[in-house]
C-alpha cells in the first residue's frame, strides 16, 4: 500500500497525541507498519512483526498472519471507538483485498496445510539449529524465534480453526516446547537469569553467581496455598505473591539488586574466591545506604525501625535480602510517589513490620489466623491499592494548581504531601490507609466537583492545606530567609552613619564616649528587625497553622511577644543610660519620668539580650558539637535547640569541618572587612558587596585554579615539551597500580609533578600507553577533526617492536628531525662535538636518529637472506656499532654522502610499501647501491667480506663463460614481497616513511583548535590531583540518564538542504563554519561532495557529520557511549595477558565476530564487565506515540538503539483500554513505564532486508499519566528505574562527551569513597566545555560568561565556600542516597522551573555534599542567537524568582551558619535581587534628581559647599555605570580565561569583547533579569521557555523581537528616555560635574542598549529589504484581530492578552502593588504641568486639574471616533469624514488660540507630549491590573484601542531609526562583521554565506540555459 507521505517529505511536528488520521496513512510503510498500530490494538504489533519477518519467505503465512491481526483487531474494539482504529482497521483491509489476490496465484495447498508446513519448517530449521549455539547473539535470536513461533502457531490454530482441520500431534509438541521456552526466554537488560544462559560470559563472575545464588534462598519462606513453583524461584518472587507487586517490576529490582551485590561484593573481596558465596559486608553496605533516611525517620518520629534480624545466623542474609527486595520493590513501583521519599518510609514502615510477622509466624489477636498483608497478593494489589490512593490526592492537587499559575498557597506540592509524613500524626492515616484521613481530604470548593466518586464524602474544612512552609509571593522572603544578613548591614550602615557624623567622622572617634554610646543604640535597630522577623514569620506561614504543630505555634508567638518586650525594654534602658540624654533618649525618658541615669541597666540589658547569640557563636566555633546536637533526638537536646531553630525533618547537621569553617570564615571576613572600608571612606549602598563578591572570587578561584594545575598545558609548544612524561602520566593516572607507593605530600608535590619515563617500548606500561593514547587519536580521526594524515602524524605503533628496545614517539613530534639530522651530519666536517651538541639540545632529534637506524637495521636483516650478503651486512652494522659505542661516528666515518644513502634508503621504504612483486629487481639494485653508498663512501676501511665482491667472484679466472643458471647475484634471494605482511609490518614501514618524508615541521599537528583544546586539556590533567584508577571490575559501577522529549535526533536530508530566505541551508552553513572537519570528512568517506547524495550509506554518514555539529540527541548518545568503549579497552588492559597485551587491543577488535561466538573469549568478558559497570538509559517520554505515528524521530531512536546495542531507551506509554465496565466510559487510557532495547536484526532469511525492531524489556504499569509536575524531572523520574549501579549522571540532551575524558570516569567514581571535609560526597560536580561557542560573536560571549561559572564560579562554590548545588548535567549522584531521598530533582509544577538546583538544595539539606572535580570535562551546547539566550535567560530568571519563595532557600538561610549562608545567598537568588536593585537604583536617581529639579531644590543644594565638594557622593554614582554595563562581572571570566590560556589571550580576548559591543549584550541580559525576576515574585508568570537547539542562520522579524522584548525591555527604555529627556529639559546647575556626566552616559548607554540591542544583534538586521518586509508583517500582526484559538504569532490582541495572563493569576497584594507603582506617571504628570510656559506663575491645584480634563478629553474624542468609524463609516461616510476634519480644524484653533493669548511655546507642546504619554500608560497598566471591574465597566474595548495605539507609537519609534540606519548599506555590513567575527577567525566569511548560495544558482542556471 503506497504511503500518503512522499518518502522525503518531513515528519510532522511534535505532537502530544497521535491524529485519528495518522495511523491509516502510514501503514503502508515496509518496515515500521508493524509499529504505526492504535494503542487500543496493541496486542496486535506482535503479529504484523511476525508477517513482515515471513513475507520474503512465504508471502501468503505473511497475509494469513495479517488476516489474523485484522480479525484480532476487530476483538479487541468492535465498535471502533479507540482513537485512529477505524482508519486502521480500513487501510488493513485495503491492503489485505490486495494481497489475497497475488498469493492466491499458484496456490496449490489449503492455507491450513500452508500454515502447518512453514510452522514445522520454521521449527527444524531455525529454532533447532539455534537451540545448539550458546553464545550471547544466538541466544536473542532464540528469544526472538520463539516468540515468532508462538505468534505462528496462534495463527495456524484460527486457520485450522477456521478450515476445520486438526493440528497434528508433532506440531503439538513442539508447540508445548516453544510454550515452555517463551515462558523462560524472555527478552532481557542486562543479565539473561533463564537456565539455559548459565554459560554466558556474565553469568560465570562469581559475583554474580553468589547474588544470584544468595537471592534464591527460599528455605523457611511461607508461600501462599495456591502457589505454583517455578524454575529458579527466589525471595523476590515471595514479595510478589505476598504484597501483589507487578511481574515486570519484581523481574526489573532482581536485576537491579543482582548487580548492585556483585559490584559491592567484588570490592570488598581484592582476590575473588571463586566459591560462590555473597559477602555479609557486602550486604551490609547496600543496607546500610539504602535504609538510612528510614532509619533516620524513625528516630525522628520516636518509632522502632521495622527491621528486626532473626537470632539464627544463616537466616540474617535471607532476611535482610527480603528487607532490601521489599523496599526496592515498592520504590520500582511507586511512580510518582518516588518525589516523596518519607511517604515510601511509611510505606515501607507497614509493609515491612507484616513482612516480619509473617516470617515469624504471628497470629491476628482478631481474627485468629496467620498475619496477611493489608493489601493482599493478588495481581496489581500494591498498585491499586497503595500507590493510586496517594497518586490521586497529587493529581488532584495538581489539577487545583491550574498548570502551576494557581496561587502555591492553596495547593499542596510534592514537598507539602511529603512533610506530612514528617510528623508523627501520620500515623493517623493508618494501615490499612484510612479513605477519610485528612491526608485525602480537599478543600471545599473542590469536594462539590467530585461528588461522583465512590469515596464517602468528606467535610471541607479538613484539608490539611500547606505543611510546614507557605509559598507566598512577597518580596519579603528575601529579607525573612536571610534576615541575620539584612540585619548585619543594616546595623553597620547605622554604625558607620553615627560614626561619620559624630566627631571628626573619623574611624577613630568610635572611641569617644558619646560616639561610642550612640553606637550602642544599633542594639534597638536590632530589636526592632527581630520583631519585624516575627512577625513576618506569623504572617507568611499563617496557611500552614492547621498542619503546625503545638509546639512551633508556641515558638512563633513567644518570638513575637519576646521582640515586641525587646523593643520596648532596650530604648529605655538606653534611655537612662545618659547622663545628658540626646534628643531621641530624651523623649523616652519624658514618658518613663526624669529618674537617675544607670548605664550598668543598658549593658545587662545588651548582655541578656545577646546571650542566646553567644551561645550561638560557641556552637559555631565548634561544629562538630553542633552537628550533634542537632541530629540528637533526645528530648531534652531538643527542648535547647527549640528557641534557635523548630525542629525540622532535613537540615540537621550540615555543618562542615573546623578546616572548611576556617576557609570559608576567613573569604568572608576579608570581603566583609574590605567592603565596610570602602563604603565607610568612599560610598553607601547594599548593591556594593555583589561587585566584591566578584573581585574576591577572581582572585581566590585563580589562586585555586592555580594550585589545581590548570593551565600548565594550555598549547601544543608545551605538549610537545613535557610529552616525554605523558606515557608515564598515562600509567600512572589510567592504570590501575599492582602496588601502593605512599602518595608524595606537602609544598614541593604540589607544586611539580613529575612521572617515571618509560625507557622502551617492549614493557607493558609502553605498550597500555599505545591502546590508550590510540583509541583517543582514533576517535579524532573519527569525528573527523584531524585528517588521515594527521592521524598517521600522531599514532604510536599499536603493536610493540621486539627489534627496537626504546621507546617510539608519535611522528609529529619526530616529524623532519630525520632529514635535518642528514643535512645536519652532510656539513658537519667531521666536527662530532657540535652536532652532539645540537643532538642533546633535540631529545626527540636523538630519538629518531636511533629509531630510524634501529628499524634500517630490523627491516634491512628481514629482507636480506643470503648468508653471503647476511655476513657483510653483518659486518657493516658491527662496525657502525662499535663506532657508537666508541662515540667516534663521526669522525672515523665520512657523513658527507649521507644524503645519497638517506635518499636510497627512502626509495627502499617506497618500495616495501608497495610490496609489489614486479618490483623486486629495483629492490635489488637500491640494496647494491646502498652498500656501495656505504662501503666506498661513508667507510673509508675496506670490508674483508666484500673483498669477493663480484658476482661469482670468477671474473679473470678463465675465459670461459659460466652459465646463467650457475651465476651468483648479489643479494638474489630476498624475502620480497616481504612475507608474511603483517599488520605490524605495515605499520613499520608507514611509520618509517612518515620519519624519513616529512620534511615539514609538523608544528601545527593536529591543525583543528577543537583537537589542540582536546589534547592540551587531557594532558594537562593528567598531572591533576585524581584518585587512583581501580580495575575496571573493581570500580564502582554507574549509569547515565538522560531526560528526551521531542528535539531533534538526528537532521534529515531535507532539513539540511532546506533554505533560509537568504538562501542558506544548514549543510552550506557547517561546511563553512568548519571548513577542516569538513574536508577531513570526505577524505574519510572517500568520496567528493557531489557523490554524497548517491547512495543511502553516504547520506546516512552525512546526516551524522552534520547531527554531531549540531545539538541532536545522536551526538549526545555517540559521546555518552564513548564510556562503555572505555570500559571495553581498559577491561581488556586489566585482564589481558603479556601476549595479547603485545599484540594489542586492534588484534581483539578485528576478530569481534569471530570471539563474540566465544563466551570465554577476552572480548566476550571484556563486554560482560562492560554491562555490569555500565548502563546507558536515554528516557525519550513520547517515543511511543512517536513510533505509533510513523514519525521520523522514532526511526532515528531505533538507528540508535541498533547502532549502539547497549543503549536503553524507556518511554511512557499511554494504551487506550477498552472497559468492562459498562457504566463508564468505554475507552480508558492506561500508562506504563516501558524499557526498550533493539531486537536482534537478524532475519530468517538473509536475503530479506535487515528489519530494526525494539523488544519490550519491562513494561510497569503506572497509576495514571507520568507528568504531573514539571515535565523533565517527571520524565527523569519514571525511567531512574531502569538505571543501575551505585552512580548516577544526569546528561542533558544538549551534551557531548569525549573519549579521552571517559577513560578518567573510573578515577572520578573513586571520589565517592573519599571524605570531602565530614562527609563523602553525594553528588560530584564536573566541569563543562561550551563548544556553542565559535557559531557567533553572542554564542562566545555566551560561552565565556557559561565557562567562567561551570570552573572558576562552581571551583568556588565548592571549596572554600561549601555551597555549590546542582546547576546541570554532567554532575554525578550518589544513587542510592539520591533515590531514598527523592531522586535527582524536584518535580512540582512552577516552584520547582530550576528543577536542578532543587537537587542540590534537597542534597544539602539531608546531609549530603557537593563537590566540583576539574580533571574531567564534558561538552554543553548553549543557546547561539540573541533570542534563544534571553529566552534562556528569562527561564534561569522565572527560576531564581520561584526559588526566592520557596522552602529549601528558606531553610538553608536559616540552618547555614552566618558565613555559609552569605555565600548561598549571594551566588544563588542574591545575584539575581542585586541586578533588580541596580536598575531601581537608575530609576530612583532618575526619579529623584527629576524631583530635585521640578520641585527647585536641585539648585539650592548644588551650591550648597557640603554637597557640591562630596567627592565620594560623586564616585559613587559613576561607579554604579560600570556594574550596568557589566565590567566587573567579566572579571572571572577573564581569570578563567588567563588561567587556562594565558593572559595575553585573555587580554586579547577581552578587547575583542568589548569592539564586538559584548557590554551591549551584557548590559541588555540585565534588563531580562531583572524584568522576569522581578514579575515573577510579584504575579508568577513563570513558564518553561522552550529556546530550540537549532542554529540562528535566519532573521528574526521584527514584530518577533517586538513581542520578546517590549515588556522586558522596550518599555523600560523608552520610561528612561522620556526621564533623561525632560531632565535634560529643565535641569541646568549638575551638568558640569564630572560624575553626574558619567552616570548620564551610563543610563543613555543602558536605554540604548534596552531600545536597540534586538536589531544590532539580528543578522541581516540593517538589510533593506528586510526591513520593507518586517514593516508589512508587523503592520499585519498589530491590524489582525484576536479570539479563540488565533496565536499570539498572529494577532497583536492575541499576544496582548497572553502577555498579561499572568495578572489574572496575581494575588491582591500583587495587582494593589502594580497599581501603586503607575501612579508615579501620574506624580511626574502633576510635577511638568506646573513647569509649562503658560502655568510657570501659578501653583493652583487646578491646574493639575485642567491636565486630567485635556486627557480625558483627548481619549474621549479617540473612542468617539473608534465608535464612529464602527456605526458611521460605512453608511454616512460623508458625514463621518465632515466630522473628523471638524475635529482637526477644533484642534488647530485651539492650539494657536494657545499659542497666540497664554504664550504657549513649541517647548509647551513637546513637555505636554512628553507629560501626557506616561499618564495614559499609567491608565492602561491600572485598567490591566484591574480588569473584571474595567470588563464590568465595559471600556475594555477602549482600553485595548488605547493600548493598540500605544504599541504602534512605541513600534514606530523603534522601527525609525532601524530604518533610517538600513538605508546605508555600510551599517549592515559593519553588523555582519561584528556579529559573526568569531566565525570569521575560523575561516568563516559570512558574506558567502549569505550571498554564495545565490550566486551559486545564479551561475548554475545561467550555464543550463547555455
Given amino acids: 500500500m503506497a504511503s500518503r507521505r512522499g518518502p522525503d517529505q518531513q515528519p510532522p511536528g511534535p505532537q502530544r497525541r497521535i491524529m485519528r488520521t495518522q495511523t491509516a496513512g502510514n501503514i503502508g510503510e515496509a518496515m515500521l507498519d508493524s509499529e504505526v498500530v492504535p494503542s487500543s490494538l ?78 514445522r519448517l520454521y521449527y527444524e530449521q531455525y529454532i533447532k539449529k539455534l537451540q545448539s549455539a550458546a553464545d550471547k547473539a544466538d541466544r536473542a535470536q532464540l528469544t526472538k524465534a520463539y516468540q515468532t513461533a508462538a505468534v505462528l502457531f496462534e495463527v495456524l490454530k484460527a486457520v485450522n480453526l477456521s478450515e476445520s482441520v486438526e493440528v497434528s500431534d508433532e506440531i503439538l509438541e513442539a508447540h508445548t516446547e516453544v510454550a515452555e521456552k517463551t515462558q523462560i526466554y524472555v527478552p532481557y537488560n542486562i543479565l539473561p537469569l533463564d537456565p539455559d544462559s548459565a554459560n554466558q560470559a556474565i553469568m560465570k563472575y562469581p559475583e554474580i553467581q553468589a547474588s544470584v545464588s544468595a537471592l534464591r534462598n527460599i528455605r523457611g519462606l511461607p508461600w501462599p496455598k495456591n502457589h505454583e513453583k517455578k524454575v529458579n524461584e527466589d525471595i523476590l518472587d515471595w514479595l510478589q505473591a505476598m504484597f501483589g507487586f507487578q511481574r515486570d517490576n519484581v523481574a526489573n529490582q532482581r536485576e537491579h539488586l543482582i548487580l548492585l551485590l556483585a559490584n559491592v561484593h567484588i570490592r570488598q573481596l581484592p582476590k575473588p574466591d571463586q566459591q560462590p558465596k555473597l559477602d555479609d559486608r557486602a550486604l551490609t553496605e547496600v543496607m546500610k545506604k539504602l535504609f538510612k533516611n528510614y532509619t533516620k525517620w524513625c528516630k525522628f518520629l520516636g518509632r522502632k525501625r521495622s527491621l528486626w534480624l532473626p537470632t539464627i545466623q544463616q537466616e540474617v542474609q535471607q532476611r535482610k535480602l527480603l528487607y532490601m527486595g521489599l523496599y526496592l520493590l515498592i520504590w520500582g513501583e511507586a511512580a510518582n510517589l518516588r518525589f516523596m521519599p518519607e511517604c515510601l518510609c511509611y510505606i515501607y514502615h507497614h509493609m515491612a513490620f507484616e513482612l ?11 481474627t485468629g489466623e496467620f498475619i496477611k498483608p493489608a493489601y493482599g497478593g493478588e495481581d496489581e494489589a500494591f498498585l491499586r491499592k497503595v500507590v493510586t490512593p496517594i497518586y490521586e490526592t497529587i493529581a488532584k492537587e495538581a489539577r487545583r494548581s491550574k498548570g502551576g499559575k494557581y496561587k502555591h498557597s492553596d495547593w499542596r506540592n510534592y514537598d507539602d504531601l511529603n512533610e506530612y509524613f514528617w510528623s508523627v500524626d501520620c500515623f493517623k492515616l493508618g494501615w490499612p490507609m484510612r479513605a477519610d484521613a485528612d491526608f485525602f481530604s480537599q478543600p471545599p470548593e473542590k469536594l462539590q466537583v467530585d461528588k461522583s466518586e465512590d469515596r464517602k464524602p468528606i467535610t471541607g474544612d479538613r484539608w490539611t492545606g500547606k505543611i510546614n512552609f507557605v509559598e507566598i509571593r512577597s518580596f519579603w522572603h528575601i529579607f525573612r530567609s536571610f534576615d541575620r544578613m539584612w540585619s548585619f548591614f543594616i546595623l553597620c550602615l547605622q554604625a558607620m552613619i553615627i560614626i561619620a557624623w559624630n566627631g571628626n567622622g573619623d574611624l577613630s572617634s568610635i572611641s569617644e564616649g558619646d560616639t561610642f554610646k550612640k553606637v550602642l543604640s544599633i542594639f534597638i535597630t536590632a530589636a526592632i528587625l527581630k520583631l519585624a522577623q516575627a512577625v513576618l514569620d506569623i504572617m507568611l506561614s499563617w496557611k500552614a497553622r492547621r498542619m503546625m504543630s503545638y509546639h512551633v505555634k508556641l515558638r512563633y508567638i513567644l518570638k513575637a511577644i519576646s521582640a515586641a518586650v525587646w523593643v520596648i525594654v532596650m530604648p529605655v534602658t538606653y534611655a537612662y543610660s545618659w547622663k545628658n540624654p540626646p534628643g531621641f533618649a530624651q523623649t523616652i525618658r519624658s514618658w518613663f519620668g526624669n529618674g537617675s541615669s544607670s548605664p550598668s541597666l543598658f549593658i545587662l540589658a545588651v548582655f541578656i539580650y545577646l546571650s542566646p547569640n553567644i551561645l550561638n557563636v560557641l556552637l559555631f566555633l565548634f561544629p562538630i558539637v553542633r552537628r550533634y546536637l542537632e541530629r540528637s533526638n533526645y528530648k531534652i537536646v531538643t527542648l535547647m535547640m527549640w528557641w534557635s531553630q523548630p525542629r525540622l525533618y532535613v537540615g540537621r547537621g550540615m555543618h562542615e569541618s573546623s578546616v572548611s569553617l576556617f576557609k570559608y570564615t576567613m573569604f568572608w571576613v576579608l570581603l566583609i572587612v574590605a567592603k565596610l572600608a570602602f563604603s565607610f571612606y568612599i560610598e553607601v549602598y547594599f548593591m556594593d558587596t555583589q561587585i566584591w563578591y566578584a573581585i574576591f572570587s577572581t582572585i581566590f578561584g585563580g589562586i585555586y585554579g592555580a594550585f589545581r594545575r590548570l593551565g600548565e598545558i594550555r598549547t601544543l609548544e608545551m605538549l610537545r615539551s613535557r610529552f616525554q612524561s605523558l606515557p608515564g602520566a598515562f600509567n600512572d593516572r589510567l592504570i590501575p597500580k599492582t602496588e601502593d607507593k605512599p602518595k608524595k605530600k606537602g609544598l614541593k608535590a604540589t607544586l611539580s609533578r613529575k612521572f617515571d619515563e618509560i625507557p622502551s617500548n617492549k614493557g607493558k606500561e609502553a605498550a597500555r600507553f599505545a591502546q590508550l593514547w590510540n583509541k583517543i587519536i582514533t576517535s579524532f580521526r573519527e569525528e573527523d577533526l584531524i585528517s588521515n594524515r594527521e592521524r598517521n602524524l600522531l599514532l604510536v605503533p599499536y603493536w610493540a617492536d621486539p627489534d627496537l628496545d626504546l621507546i617510539q614517539w608519535p611522528p609529529f613530534l619526530l616529524a623532519s628531525k630525520i632529514p635535518i639530522a642528514v643535512d645536519m651530519a652532510k656539513d658537519c666536517n667531521r666536527k662530532d662535538r657540535e652536532l652532539k651538541k645540537k643532538l642533546d639540545a633535540d631529545n626527540y632529534m636523538k630519538c629518531a636518529v636511533r629509531e630510524c637506524y634501529a628499524s634500517c637495521k630490523s627491516i634491512i636483516n628481514n629482507l636480506v637472506q643470503g648468508d653471503r650478503e647476511k655476513v657483510v651486512i653483518n659486518d657493516i652494522f658491527t662496525k657502525v656499532d662499535e663506532h657508537i659505542e666508541k662515540d667516534d661516528l663521526i669522525k672515523e666515518l665520512n657523513m658527507s654522502d649521507l644524503p645519497s644513502l638517506y635518499e636510497q634508503f627512502v626509495e627502499l621504504i617506497e618500495c616495501l610499501s608497495r610490496n609489489n612483486k614486479d618490483e623486486k629487481d629495483r629492490v635489488v639494485i637500491i640494496l647494491l647501491n646502498m652498500l656501495e653508498v656505504m662501503t666506498r663512501d661513508i667507510m673509508e676501511d675496506p670490508l674483508p667480506s666484500l673483498l669477493d665482491s663480484n658476482h661469482g667472484g670468477s671474473y679473470g679466472k678463465h675465459e670461459g663463460m659460466t652459465p646463467l643458471d650457475q651465476q651468483y647475484q648479489y643479494f638474489g634471494a630476498l624475502n620480497f614481497p616481504v612475507q608474511p605482511e603483517t599488520e605490524a609490518w605495515k605499520e613499520k614501514i608507514r611509520r618509517l616513511s612518515l620519519l624519513l618524508t616529512v620534511k615539514e615541521s609538523a608544528m601545527d599537528v593536529p591543525s583543528n583548535l577543537e583537537a589542540r583544546r582536546r589534547i592540551s586539556f587531557f594532558s594537562n590533567s593528567l598531572f591533576m590531583d585524581m584518585p587512583a584508577a581501580p580495575k575496571v571490575r573493581n570500580m564502582l559501577s554507574y549509569s547515565v540518564l538522560t531526560p528526551y522529549y521531542t528535539e531533534a535526533v538526528l537532521f534529515s536530508i531535507n532539513a539540511l538542504e532546506l533554505e533560509n530566505e537568504d538562501g542558506v541551508s544548514i549543510l552550506f552553513y557547517l561546511q563553512k563554519i568548519f571548513p577542516d572537519e569538513w574536508t577531513n570528512f570526505l577524505e574519510r568517506v572517500n568520496s567528493s561532495e557531489e557523490e554524497l547524495r548517491g547512495t543511502g550509506e553516504l547520506q546516512e554518514e552525512l546526516r551524522l557529520w552534520a547531527s554531531y555539529r549540531g545539538q541532536t540527541l545522536t551526538k549526545t548518545v555517540r559521546g555518552m557511549m564513548y564510556y562503555r568503549k572505555a570500559l571495553e579497552l581498559q577491561a581488556f588492559l586489566d585482564m589481558a595477558k603479556d601476549k595479547d597485551l603485545m599484540k594489542g587491543y586492534k588484534d581483539v577488535e578485528s576478530n569481534i565476530e569471530e570471539d563474540s561466538k566465544n563466551e570465554r573469549s577476552l572480548w566476550a568478558q571484556c563486554q560482560a564487565i562492560a554491562d555490569m559497570k555500565f548502563t ?8 511511543g506515540i512517536h513510533k505509533r505515528s510513523g514519525d521520523a524521530r522514532a526511526k532515528d531512536i531505533l538507528r540508535l538503539m541498533t547502532t549502539y546495542p547497549s543503549l536503553r531507551v524507556a518511554y511512557i506509554d499511554e494504551v487506550e483500554v477498552t472497559s468492562n465496565d459498562k457504566s463508564k466510559k468505554t475507552i480508558q487510557k492506561v500508562y506504563y513505564s516501558v524499557l526498550v532495547k533493539a531486537a536482534s536484526p537478524k532475519s530468517i532469511d538473509s536475503s530479506n532486508p535487515v528489519q530494526n525492531l525494539d523488544e519490550v524489556i519491562y513494561k510497569i504499569k503506572l497509576p495514571g499519566p507520568a507528568i504531573l509536575g514539571e515535565g523533565k524531572p517527571e520524565n527523569q523520574n519514571h525511567a531512574i528505574i531502569f538505571t543501575r549501579g551505585e552512580g548516577l549522571q544526569t546528561i542533558d540532551m544538549n551534551q557531548d562527551n569525549y573519549m579521552e575524558e571517559a577513560f578518567k570516569m573510573r578515577n572520578l567514581l573513586e571520589e565517592f569513597l573519599k571524605t570531602h571535609g565530614v562527609r563523602p560526597p553525594t553528588i560530584l560536580g564536573l566541569r563543562e566545555h561550551i563548544f556553542t561557542g565559535s557559531v557567533s560573536s553572542l554564542a562566545w560571549f555566551m560561552s565565556n560568561q557559561e565557562t567562567s561559572f561551570v570552573t572558576i564560579g562552581q571551583r568556588l562554590l565548592a571549596n572554600p565556600l561549601k555551597v555549590r548545588f546542582h546547576y546541570g548535567h554532567p554532575d554525578v549522584f550518589d544513587r542510592l542516597f539520591h533515590l531514598t531521598r527523592g531522586g535527582v530533582s524536584k518535580a512540582s509544577k512552577i516552584i520547582n522551573l530550576s528543577e536542578d538546583i532543587f537537587a542540590g538544595f534537597n542534597s544539602t539539606l539531608r546531609e549530603g555534599n557537593v563537590t566540583h572535580h576539574e580533571y574531567i570535562q564534558v561538552g554543553k551546547g548553549r543557546d547561539v542567537g540573541l533570542n534563544q539566550i534571553s529566552m534562556f535567560e528569562a527561564k534561569i530568571a522565572n527560576g531564581n524568582g520561584e526559588q526566592t519563595i520557596s522552602r529549601d532557600i528558606y531553610r538553608l538561610g536559616h540552618r547555614f551558619d552566618f558565613f555559609r549562608m552569605l555565600s548561598c545567598y549571594f551566588t544563588t537568588t542574591g545575584f539575581y535581587f542585586s541586578t533588580l536593585i541596580t536598575v531601581l537604583i537608575v530609576y530612583i536617581f532618575l526619579y529623584g534628581r527629576l524631583y530635585l529639579v521640578l520641585s527647585g531644590l536641585e539648585e539650592g543644594l548644588s551650591n550648597h559647599p557640603a554637597i557640591r565638594d562630596n567627592k565620594p557622593l560623586q564616585v559613587a554614582l559613576a561607579s554604579q555605570s560600570f556594574v550596568q554595563i557589566g565590567l566587573l562581572m567579566a572579571l572571572p571570566m577573564m581569570m578563567e580565561i588567563g588561567l587556562e590560556r594565558g593572559f595575553r589571550n585573555a587580554l586579547i580576548d577581552f578587547i575583542l569583547m568589548q569592539l564586538q559591543l559584548a557590554p551591549v549584550f551584557f548590559t541588555f541580559s540585565l534588563g531580562t533579569r531583572t524584568h522576569y525576576y522581578g514579575r515573577t515574585l510579584l504575579h508568577g508568570g513563570a513558564e518553561y521557555r522552550s529556546t530550540g537547539r537549532g542554529f540562528v542562520v535566519f532573521h528574526a522579524k521584527f514584530a518577533d523581537n517586538y513581542r520578546l522584548y517590549s515588556r522586558s525591555h522596550f518599555v523600560k527604555g523608552i520610561e528612561l528616555m522620556i526621564l533623561l529627556l525632560v531632565y535634560h529639559i529643565f535641569g541646568h546647575s549638575y551638568r558640569g560635574v564630572v560624575a553626574y556626566v558619567f552616570i548620564t552616559i551610563s543610563i543613555w548607554f543602558m536605554v540604548g542598549t534596552w531600545l536597540f540591542a534586538p536589531f544590532l544583534f539580528n543578522p541581516s538586521g540593517f538589510e533593506w529589504q528586510k526591513i520593507l518586509d518586517d514593516w508589512t508583517d508587523w503592520n499585519k500582526w498589530i491590524s489582525n484581530r484576536g479570539g479563540i484559538g488565533v496565536l499570539p504569532e498572529k494577532s497583536w490582541e492575541s499576544w496582548w492578552d497572553k502577555e498579561h495572563d499572568h495578572l489574572r493569576y496575581s494575588g491582591m497584594r500583587g495587582r494593589i502593588t502594580e497599581i501603586v507603582l503607575s501612579v508615579r506617571f501620574f506624580i511626574y504628570q502633576y510635577g511638568l504641568v506646573y513647569h509649562l510656559n503658560i502655568t510657570k506663575n501659578t501653583q493652583n491645584f487646578l491646574v493639575y486639574g485642567a491636565s486630567w480634563v485635556v486627557i480625558l478629553l483627548i481619549l474621549f474624542v479617540m473612542k468617539a471616533v473608534s465608535v464612529g468609524r464602527r456605526r458611521f463609516s460605512a453608511n454616512f461616510q460623508l458625514v463621518f469624514r465632515m466630522i473628523k476634519g471638524l475635529i482637526f480644524i477644533t484642534f488647530i484653533a485651539i492650539l494657536i488660540t494657545l499659542i497666540a493669548v497664554p504664550g504657549m511655546t513649541f517647548r509647551d507642546i513637546i513637555v505636554c507630549i512628553l507629560a501626557f504619554m506616561p499618564t495614559g500608560w499609567g491608565m492602561l497598566l491600572i485598567a490591566q491590573a484591574c480588569k473584571p471591574v474595567v470588563v464590568r465597566a465595559g471600556l475594555w474595548s477602549s482600553v485595548k484601542t488605547l493600548a493598540r495605539g500605544y504599541e504602534i507609537v512605541m513600534g514606530l519609534l523603534l522601527f525609525i531609526p532601524v530604518a533610517f540606519l538600513a538605508w546605508f548599506p555600510f551599517v549592515s555590513e559593519f553588523q555582519t562583521r561584528m556579529l559573526f567575527n568569531q566565525a570569521f577567525s575560523r575561516g568563516l566569511q559570512i558574506s558567502r554565506i549569505l550571498g554564495g548560495q545565490r550566486k551559486d544558482r545564479a551561475d548554475h542556471t545561467s550555464r543550463n540555459k547555455e
Avoid: W
Fill in 356 to 366: 516480619y510477622g509473617m516470617l515469624a509466624g504471628n497470629v491476628s489477636p482478631m
Fill in 1176 to 1183: 546507558y538509559v536515554v528516557s525519550c517520554q513520547q517515543y
Fill in 42 to 119: 496493541v496486542e496486535i504489533a506482535p503479529i504484523l512483526r511476525v508477517a513482515n519477518e515471513v513475507e520474503a519467505r512465504n508471502p501468503r503465512v505473511a497475509y494469513l498472519c495479517r488476516f489474523y491481526a485484522f480479525e484480532k483487531a476487530h476483538r479487541l474494539d468492535p465498535t471502533s471507538s479507540g482513537r485512529g482504529v477505524r482508519q486502521f482497521k480500513t487501510a488493513l483491509l485495503q491492503r489485505l483485498e490486495r494481497e489475497n489476490e497475488t498469493t492466491l496465484v499458484g496456490k496449490q495447498k489449503s492455507d491450513a496445510r500452508e500454515m502447518q508446513n512453514f510452522y
